[in-house]
Nanobody
Framework: QVQLAESGGGLVQAGGSLKLACAAS????????LGWFRQAPGKEREFVAS???????TYYADSVRDRFTISRGDAKNVYLQMNNLKVEDTAVYYC??????????????WGQGTQVTVSS
């Protein structure tokens, strides 16, 4: 049974920062690539970032590159550090796995999502 649980969302002013966490209950966590996606109201779910099983490779959407950082923790956690947040970053953020793909339809497991709201 694979479970993913996101936390860390909230309300922040534009220019601020948030750090999201994804707690993964995956037996083979150390060999599993994971990704972050987001979905704003009325929009399709979109790729944000992904990270390889060992953290050596990371991938980002152009819209968040140089502002967001994906990383893996010692425990079964994957993080998304979000800096210089913009109003257009407002969305529900989801952790997904396994995989590195930018297409959300390629992922089998999803968390419940955490809301990020950026105010102007």
């Amino acid at each position: 049974q694979v479970q993913l649980a996101e936390s860390g969302g909230g309300l922040v002013q534009a220019g601020g920062s948030l750090k999201l966490a994804c707690a993964a209950s995956i037996h083979s966590f150390k060999s599993t690539a994971l990704g972050w996606f987001r979905q704003a109201p009325g929009k399709e779910r979109e790729f944000v970032a992904s990270i390889s099983y060992n953290g050596d490779s990371t991938y980002y959407a152009d819209s968040v590159r140089d502002r967001f950082t994906i990383s893996r923790g010692d425990a079964k956690n994957v993080y998304l550090q979000m800096n210089n947040l913009k109003v257009e970053d407002t969305a529900v953020y989801y952790c997904a796995g396994p995989g590195l793909d930018r297409d959300y339809r390629k992922y089998r497991y999803w968390g419940q999502g955490t809301q990020v709201t950026v105010s102007s």
